[in-house]
């Protein structure tokens, strides 16, 4: 999973780059550069299994990060490589100033969306162009004048309802404003585990996108201090766990992901997939040669698995399924895949 850190110069967006990863990058660096980082995603599921198989290597899920330059000020425009970079990622957090008493993160955050909508309305409009040249391919036409017609009236792509196959005829414009969005709103260190006012959450919702709050000056520091500190200054803050913790969580919920396992005494590994996917297409993620000679799942709940103990005994209680193709992969499943090619 990679997900974007947007916002305007100041509003805190490297401070909580720095929060979520651990890195030390200078806050108010370099205007073009792209700052990158990896955390693993914690997950209590994954130590259980390690201690069952004792494997030569445990694999956690992963969240890459994308911090990237910010706009200079309320007005500019992002330039062509950053909206390039930008359409890469699979979800976008918009860091919005929240920490001052002339903050107005519901302007910025307009301002931010408005920008996504004109950048796929540049694309949709050039692809509609070079298509009325191009003879075959009238299915992409016609969606291609719906998105231009939303985007005309100022409205997102997520707004624009697609069957699977015009989705299908879409991924590859990887527009923006069809990205899942999370509106961060970057509150003062006296605000900290408190809730958003109702008119932040109200105009978030009419956007159709989602809202997440953190105190990023506060947290970052708690989030450098040693394990042992940490939670006592959390509680002294009002907060019930770090916002790295919080963060991880609401990307999944944006997405709409989970993870199924698979194990051995080689390795025990989390994989991400969106919730709702078939077996075959979950195969997919580990190589594309088991999706394409898929031949059954061997399928146990987590639960299950870690009340019996073993694969043997889940056999003996009848806990260990055979599942087809289209078996959809729950969250927690324990899987292992038989292939033939």
Not at 113 to 142: H, S, T
Not at 171 to 191: H, T
Not at 288 to 305: K, M, N, Q
Request: net charge negative; charged share 30%.
């Amino acid at each position: 999973m990679k997900v974007g850190l947007i916002g305007l110069r100041g509003s805190g967006k490297t401070t909580l780059f720095n929060m979520l990863t651990g890195l030390q990058v200078q806050v108010g660096g370099a205007k073009e550069e792209v700052h990158l980082g990896v955390i693993k995603v914690p997950d209590q599921r994954i130590d259980s299994l390690a201690a069952i198989f004792n494997p030569r290597k445990v694999t956690y899920a992963e969240i890459q990060f994308a911090d990237f330059p910010p706009q200079a000020k309320e007005g500019s425009k992002a330039s062509a490589t950053l909206l390039s970079q930008m359409r890469e990622v699979e979800a976008i957090a918009l860091v919005l100033r929240s920490f001052e008493a002339d903050s107005k993160p519901l302007r910025e955050l307009d301002e931010l969306l408005d920008e996504m909508i004109l950048a796929d309305l540049v694309v949709a409009e050039n692809r509609l162009a070079r298509l009325k040249k191009e003879k075959g391919k009238e299915g992409e036409g016609r969606v291609l004048q719906r998105c231009q017609e939303a985007l005309d009236q100022g409205l997102s792509l997520r707004s624009v309802p697609l069957t699977a196959e015009e989705e299908s005829l879409l991924s590859g414009f990887a527009f923006l404003s069809r990205k899942p969005v999370l509106a961060i709103f970057n509150l003062a260190d006296d605000q900290a585990g408190k809730d958003l006012v109702p008119e932040y959450h109200h105009a978030v919702e009419s956007r159709g996108i989602q809202a997440f709050a953190v105190a990023g000056k506060l947290e970052m520091e708690i989030a450098q201090l040693n394990e042992s500190d940490r939670e006592g200054f959390l509680q002294e803050a009002g907060l019930k766990e770090t916002a790295r913790a919080r963060f991880i969580r609401a990307c999944y919920h944006l997405l709409d992901l989970i993870s199924f396992f698979t194990t051995g005494e080689d390795e025990v590994k989390a994989w991400t997939i969106r919730r709702g996917t078939p077996a075959r297409k979950a195969a997919g993620k580990i190589h594309s040669d088991i999706e394409r000679g898929f031949i059954r799942a061997e399928v146990v709940t987590y639960e299950e698995f870690i009340a019996l103990g073993s694969e043997v005994k889940c056999k003996e209680a009848g806990k260990l399924r055979l599942e087809g193709k289209d078996y959809t992969v729950q969250d927690g499943d324990i899987v292992h895949f038989r292939f033939n090619v």
